[in-house]
């Protein structure tokens, strides 16, 4: 399982569990192919998992498997590095298949001096009384990530459901992409 969380006193956390490739078969293809068109030369899909918790408390736990294009789980990786290398400010995450959202960017010096209190503000982009006017980035980091609640339970993209707000530093944006990689790596050639 990959996990984005800082353990704070608040902690919480989305979890990420891939579980099996999964692929669209016809009745004219070889049982051997494990690669299968789909419109595009080739696409492989991933079985996952999902949850948001608070402390030890779960707030929402996946109806079903749910999938999700092996690119998008590469690009997701790829751009979480360059989140922790500096590359980038932020990730902006909505797959192809749109069970869930992920937004993470860097707070500015200023953002991250406001209290915990004008996270509202923060998330409206509005100006608010912090001392730091800075706009360098901080080493923290902005998570908004929700799920799509009427995919989950209904097939029909709806676009709301359950949600956290949350912050991390950039080595959980580090440990939650090598924990994908990881998840990726266990299920084994396709």
């Keep these: 399982m990959a996990t984005l969380t800082h353990n704070n006193k608040y902690p919480c956390a989305f979890d990420l569990t891939l579980s099996e490739w ?5 009745e004219k293809e ?3 192919i494990e690669m299968v ?4 030369p080739y696409t492989l ?8 918790r608070v402390g030890d408390r779960v ?9 999700l294009l092996l ?35 860097n707070l500015t010096e ?9 996270a509202a503000e923060i998330r409206a982009e509005m100006p608010t009384d912090a001392t730091s006017q800075s706009t360098d980035p901080s080493g923290l980091f902005d998570v908004n990530v929700w799920i799509d609640h009427p995919n989950q339970v209904d097939r029909f993209y709806g676009g709301y459901g359950p949600g956290l707000y949350f912050f991390v530093e950039s080595p959980d944006i580090g440990r ?10 266990m299920l084994g050639s396709y």
Excluded: C, H
């Design 59 to 67: 707030l929402y736990e996946s109806e079903k498997d749910t999938t």
């Design 45 to 52: 899909w991933v079985k996952y998992r999902m949850a948001l």
């Design 110 to 118: 200023s953002d991250a001096s406001v209290t915990i209190s004008s």
């Design 71 to 105: 690119e998008d789980i590469r690009r997701l990786i790829k751009e979480l590095r360059q989140l922790t290398n500096g590359k980038k400010d932020g990730v902006a995450f909505d797959p192809i298949e749109p069970d869930f959202g992920l937004v993470i960017r």
């Design 22 to 26: 999964e692929r669209y078969s016809s």
């Design 37 to 40: 068109p789909l419109g595009e």
């Design 176 to 185: 939650f992409a090598d924990q994908l990689q990881a998840e990726l790596d």
């Design 30 to 32: 070889d049982s051997n």
